[in-house]
Nanobody, 121 residues
Framework: VQLQASGGGSVQAGGSLTLSCIAS????????MGWYHQAPGKQRELVAA???????RYGDSVQSRFTISRDYARNAVYLQMNSLKPEDTGDYYC????????????????WGQGTLVTVSS
């Protein structure tokens, strides 16, 4: 699976951005898609994830500000980011858990390239 992310950019605090990520390649199904944030000098952490079935989950710092959604037909995931704060600055990575053909129930993981978000105060 290859993940192509886009939508990063520079915005002032309080502004909004939408990130997009499309999965391509050969796979049986995508179990979950999501986004991770890596601030400069810090570890990568979960922003939001949306499974094939079930509830979305969000990192504590983005609750009520960010919304994750999926287009299942296009194998795409989106992250609507509102009320952005300077601490939201960093690289955002698209993430997917998927099942390979002939891989049974074993999940594989794919990462996209980071897309940079810069929020100025």
């Amino acid at each position: 699976v290859q993940l192509q992310a886009s939508g990063g950019g520079s915005v002032q605090a309080g502004g909004s951005l939408t990130l997009s990520c499309i999965a391509s390649g050969t796979f049986r199904m995508i179990k979950e898609m999501g986004w991770y944030h890596q601030a400069p000098g810090k570890q990568r952490e979960l922003v939001a994830a949306i499974p094939d079935a079930g509830w979305q989950r969000y990192g504590d710092s983005v609750q009520s500000r960010f919304t994750i959604s999926r287009d299942y037909a296009r194998n795409a995931v989106y992250l609507q980011m509102n009320s952005l704060k300077p601490e939201d600055t960093g690289d955002y990575y698209c993430h997917a858990k998927y099942l390979r053909y002939y891989g049974g129930s074993q999940e594989s993981v794919a990462w996209g390239q980071g897309t940079l978000v810069t929020v100025s105060s």
